[in-house]
């Protein structure tokens, strides 16, 4: 597949400075884009590889200085358009209507034949699975559990017992949907008197996954204890991450790689919360909120706030303690030298 | 399945205040109960939600203060009651003795006839299988491994050979026990000089998971070097936590979630770590302490103690400084302060 | 399998010193060890286990004072030769030719007739699986994915398409190798001004991991945006780490359990990561950096620097700043107390 530059522009917006009749083969990184490719330059880090790329084209954004003689695809957003003609030439797989005769189906599950299930995927009990889902090898889709159209369940991703997902919603491989929440209520005499035990509270409830979201490999969502947990229109969840029972997680919102959301906390629309973040049970965290990364964030945090560090504190004063432990252990030594030259001044006779 | 106030205040201790006639259909969060449902309020924080409840009745503690005209239960613990009052309505899956033709059994293993093997099930050689366990599709028994009675593998829970579960033990769906150590010798010049490598150390323990173990999903649990990593009896485990190779759990011991426990180190009975906690190898955990969330915990921690901070201190040190980081920057000043004053005084002809 | 001690000496190198003739018949930890057992001195700590041990024989470093009477085997490095020895006792499962009927091979795929394939192991189309490969229950190796020679997949092991395995490259249970990199573009107006939504960025790179590499249990490897995601030669990672789009991790490296990579970071060669590290995308860690418990690395790091803390310094500032940390209320105190008898000294008349 093939594409013109001017046809690109066409397709994803924007205005082509030099030759767009350039037929464009691939997409590339700037250092290792050659005559025919088209490359990206969106992060100002990148304006050395920029400036020195071979790329046949290169997407840039309006206010980007060009080297004479260079062919680019000016348009608002560089890594937008770089997502969309990449769309272009590698559009997502398409499910081949086909139940492998490996597959599990119960009898009473409701699979549309449009759907495509693999060697060692199952579907439970009254199960939906709806038109045109994926299902990989391993995946699982539990007792009463229903998808939506058009999800991908990669291998060895599990959706259990009547949770459900939305419309176009991705699970990477070993993402985990709807495990019980960490719930026990200590019972200090146990039953007929055995000694102190960990009661197990039944995890009743269920997961809801709305439409467009993607929830990372080796994720897990627990399911609500009662009620449900529940992850919003759009949300993006990276790898290994750990949403706990009843936790809300606002439309848009962003969980990077190994962040954890502690039981039932709410977090509003398109809140960030970065790599490794942790957030205690209860809290809410207002939309568009950002967590910086390994923040520990302990209270609530109002809509709109940055917050880093751990304990979480509003970013300028992190910012502002991180800059001066630097200088902590001289700072240190200066009140030792004020409390010596004090004491001579003291005993200075007067 | 129904249950009047007053039958569930036999069951579960406690003593009815109001309607004790009332039937009980559900248990439902405060916020969403109506005059059918149990509740319950066992979080201070949630006194305004108990207040504004329309539940038809709602568990309490002894020492809470209820509007008039309220029906409720007291309890001691009203958690407690309310996971006992869960389990009466949904009590746990009973394993449903069948073999699915699609699970794997080896010649040589033996599966208690009343056990349930889903479809994708795999029992290795020479394993054993309890009474009544429940294996999901994708759960995986290594040669040799056993399961007590009543143990549940959800989907894709891995248990590799020669490890060994107790009765009543639950793993959420990818979690893994039986995974190989860390253990790598560097060898700076490799077989035959052909150069430095890490030279592995055969992994030749178990893993010994004791009565009513629960294991979160896609937790992993490493097999000792040598001799086994075991995790005690009643110990609660919640998702992502990595036990390592060795590694002793004490009994009724909880890790929260993405919890890291290194090599070799030892937690004594009843030691709490918080989520996203990490505890370096070769240390002991005395029994009973508390390890706060995201804690890095680096030396051995006396029975009782709680711990704060990366690196951890005790509680109240680490809290001491935390309020006095938030006035480092002002510190700072306050010592420049200091210095310019001093600097005039010295200035001073005496 | 048993082996005097001399013969073990030749085998590993070193030198008796006492009964060679002892026939050696299990390795057992200092602890644990009887009269016919052979266990290992390697950690300093353990002093009083190895004078208190009873094993038969022990492996010591040079410069370690023996007891007089106890039969030592004299080793530069007693962890690497109890690797060793161990890898004597216990060697590494062997590929048993075979696929099991229950597994399933795409026709187009190339599976080496030495390989093993146990029961729901999956090949995809294309895919190629090289001699004496062993794939475990719910393997997956994708479509066009390629395995060299001696790899093991253990349970639930993913590898997606198009990514490539060395040779002896092991894969822990359910580690995935190629899942979706993390990359979305924010897009304001959505579809046919839909509204806002992150727009998926095609993840159409792929992974390579090179020989001798050994991931994790629930280890995620993402694939690359464009190009790869390389894990270097000898590179050993442990469980629940998560590597980002095209990082590079250099040969011989080491990941410690449950760090995080971010996306586009290179690691030289022989870095180390300790437990819960955390490295931000875009940064370099030169060659033999080491990076401590759960440090947060924000920048580059220089080859050979040690690093240490959120935000990671130079280990020895770090360590400055900690013990200045533990006596930051107490400085507080003194500085309240600096103030208030300059302030005396000021009020005095001159």
């Not at 066409?10 to 691939?26: I, K, P, Q, T």
């Not at 139940?99 to 759907?115: C, L």
């Not at 399911?223 to 949403?243: A, H, P, S």
């Amino acid at each position: 597949m093939t594409f013109t530059l001017r046809e690109l522009a066409e397709r994803v917006g924007g205005a082509v400075e030099g030759d767009g009749a350039l037929v464009v083969a691939r997409l590339m990184p700037l250092e290792e884009a050659g005559p025919s490719d088209l490359s990206f330059f969106a992060n100002k880090k990148y304006r050395h590889a920029f400036e020195a790329s071979r790329a046949g084209a290169v997407l840039v954004e309006p206010d980007e200085a060009v080297p004479s003689g260079r062919t680019v695809l000016r348009v608002k957003n560089a890594y937008l358009a770089f997502a969309k003609v990449a769309t272009l030439f590698h559009p997502p797989a398409q499910a081949v209507p086909f139940a492998a005769e490996q597959a599990f189906i119960h009898p009473s599950a409701h699979v549309d034949p449009s759907a495509e299930l693999m060697p060692f995927a199952f579907v439970g009990a009254d199960a939906v699975v709806g038109p045109r889902c994926i299902l990989y090898p391993g995946a699982y889709v539990g007792e009463g559990a229903r998808l939506g159209a058009d999800c991908v369940l990669w291998p060895n991703a599990v959706v259990r017992d009547r949770c459900r997902l939305g419309e176009r919603v991705v699970l990477e491989p070993g993402c985990v949907v709807g495990s019980d929440g960490f719930g026990f209520a200590f019972d200090p005499e146990g039953e007929a008197g055995s000694g102190p035990r960990h009661y197990k509270v039944p995890q009743t409830g269920t997961v809801v996954v709305e439409d467009d979201v993607e929830l990372g490999a080796n994720t897990c969502v627990d399911r609500g204890t009662l009620g449900v947990t529940r992850i919003g229109r759009g949300v993006k969840i990276d790898n290994l991450v750990q949403v706990a029972h009843n936790v809300e997680i606002g439309p848009l919102s962003i969980l990077v790689s190994q962040v954890g959301i502690s039981g039932s906390s709410k977090l509003g629309a398109g809140v960030v919360a970065a790599g490794q973040v942790g957030v205690v049970g209860h809290v809410e965290i207002g939309a568009g909120a950002k967590l910086l990364a390994q923040s520990g964030v302990t209270n609530d945090v109002p809509a709109g706030e940055m917050v880093l560090g751990s304990p979480a504190r509003s970013r300028g004063l992190a910012l502002r303690i991180e800059a001066t432990l630097s200088r902590l252990p001289e700072l240190a030594k200066r009140v030792r030298e004020l409390e010596k030259k004090l004491a001579e001044l003291e005993a200075v006779p007067r």
